[in-house]
């Protein structure tokens, strides 16, 4: 018999099972709700569960054989996977063995310059085998893409530390699936990569510094493919590691992906993903503009004096003083990208801050732990907020619509996922138009490149998206400058 100790936003509660049966069988005979909508055939890869030491695993196909520790996802949480199924694509899964291995396995990899996800797929089955996740190493060269760029160019064979860094991270996963499945590197058939285009540039060894210099021209931006003996990773030497077409500079395959695994039946939609950069996108009918914001990285709590990525330790989520949600359930050690949005609208809600952001004294949230937020951050989300907003009022502008005419707003990446939407709209970071629009649809990136790897359909629609898209560069264009200075008041 094993120990299961199940962690719950009501509690905690210890299981005794045996080992032959699956984690999601045991915890839905024990009275567990687990959302999994392909009925545990390991096919959605959206059951997953937290085991500390381990991370994210997919229950439906993880058999606990020694005693552990699981999370569960909160009410919230669950509200939003659930809704994710209705607006993500789900495409069955298509044979794309190379026939190189009897035991294949694709891998689709959301590269994103803060996390990285990667999804091992059974080629044969179509399973989703394991999904991992681990910060990108090189943000200790810089938390934003601008200064990856910098430390490339300042730095001798700075561009080659940081694609060793990148590899080698991957690598260390490959590694650890292999043990734990009994396979080799000739197992591993293709890989697909989803990132922005600067991080697709520095994975392949491209020169990225004409990302950062006018006029933004890109050495790629179209499909790169390449054998696995070229690419540095523990694949087979015959495989192939395919990157997602980017559509600019700084709107890359990690939208185009998001894009492609969009199911809707909308006519007028807006994509959004905030991250370091705001990317946005709006379709209109076959129409699709898109375009940049250059929001910075405090969404991703970094230039905030307490900011820390979405880990454990992270305040998530704000109500007051006493009432706060820390990522992990530890003591808070910083604050991440939701968790900011939320105090700084219970600033406003209390009057410590005024709508032009004065703060006359540092805010403190947790004394022992110097725990704060002070100006300065105050200073970084307006400027943050103010990019999304005005980017917004731009591509409506452009494409002759106004807010009446959207009927939804996908709101991609982890920090939309977890956002509190009511404390975005109050600081003025989402239209107040579009409050009862608004969705958000989790790893989409990671989603689209999943189903590149699982079906050719979706590199047809991808064709589909570059063909209809239309980019907007804001810099330099004086309507955004001007939106830009309306838009840093809070609303």
């Not at 809707?264 to 950069?277: A, C, M, R, S, W």
């Amino acid at each position: 018999m094993i120990s299961i100790r199940v962690i719950t936003d009501e509690g905690v509660r210890i299981i005794d099972t045996d080992s032959s049966r699956s984690l999601l069988d045991i915890l839905g005979t024990n009275g567990f709700t687990i959302y999994a909508p392909c009925g545990g055939k390991g096919t959605c890869g959206k059951c997953r569960v937290n085991i500390p030491g381990e991370g994210n695993v997919i229950s439906c196909t993880y058999y606990p054989d020694k005693d552990i520790e699981v999370i569960l996802p909160g009410k919230s949480e669950a509200t939003i996977l659930v809704r994710q199924t209705e607006f993500l694509e789900d495409l069955p899964f298509e044979n794309k063995s190379k026939n190189i291995s009897i035991n294949p396995y694709g891998v689709a990899v959301d590269l994103g310059t803060s996390t990285v996800v990667m999804y091992f797929l059974d080629l044969l089955t179509g399973q989703i085998k394991k999904i991992a996740s681990f910060i990108n190493p090189q943000s200790i060269y810089g938390a934003d893409v601008i200064s990856r760029i910098n430390y490339c160019q300042e730095h001798n064979n700075g561009l080659v530390t940081l694609q060793q860094a990148i590899i080698r991270a991957i690598n260390d996963e490959l590694d650890a699936f292999m043990k734990n499945n009994h396979s080799d590197t000739r197992d591993f058939e293709k890989i697909v990569v989803a990132g922005n285009t600067t991080m697709l540039h520095i994975l392949l060894g491209a020169d990225p510094l004409s990302i950062a210099m006018a006029p933004f021209t890109p050495i790629f931006t179209g499909k790169q493919t390449l054998k696995g003996k070229d690419t540095g990773l523990n694949i087979d030497k015959n495989a192939e590691l395919v990157t997602i077409p980017c559509i600019s500079a700084y709107i890359g395959a990690d939208i185009v992906a998001g894009m492609a695994a969009i199911n809707t039946v909308h006519k007028n939609y807006i994509f959004l993903d905030i991250g370091t950069n705001g990317e946005l996108v709006l379709v209109r009918n076959n129409e699709i503009y898109a375009c940049s914001a250059a929001a910075g990285p405090a969404f991703e709590g970094a230039g905030l004096s307490c900011g820390m990525s979405a880990v454990d330790g992270a305040i998530s989520g704000f109500t007051d003083k006493n009432n706060y949600r820390v990522i992990g359930n530890t003591d808070p050690r910083g604050i991440c990208g939701s968790g900011i949005v939320d105090i700084v609208a219970y600033l406003l809600t209390n009057d410590i801050i005024d709508e032009t952001g004065l703060l006359r004294e540092t805010f403190i949230i947790h004394d022992e732990n110097k725990i704060q937020v002070t100006r300065h951050d105050i200073r970084e989300i307006q400027l943050a907020k103010s990019a999304i907003y005005s980017g917004i009022n731009i591509l409506i502008k452009k494409a002759g619509l106004s807010y009446h005419d959207i009927d939804i707003l996908f709101l991609a990446g982890g920090f939309g996922n977890y956002i509190n939407i009511k404390s975005a709209i109050q600081i003025g970071l989402l239209p107040h138009q579009l409050k009862n629009k608004i969705y958000p649809v989790g790893n989409s990136a990671g989603i689209g490149a999943l189903q590149y790897l699982k079906s050719k359909k979706t590199e047809q629609k991808i064709h589909q998206i570059l063909k209809r898209v239309q980019y907007i560069e804001l810099s330099g264009d004086d309507e955004f400058t001007m939106q830009f200075a309306l838009n840093m008041n809070f609303t």
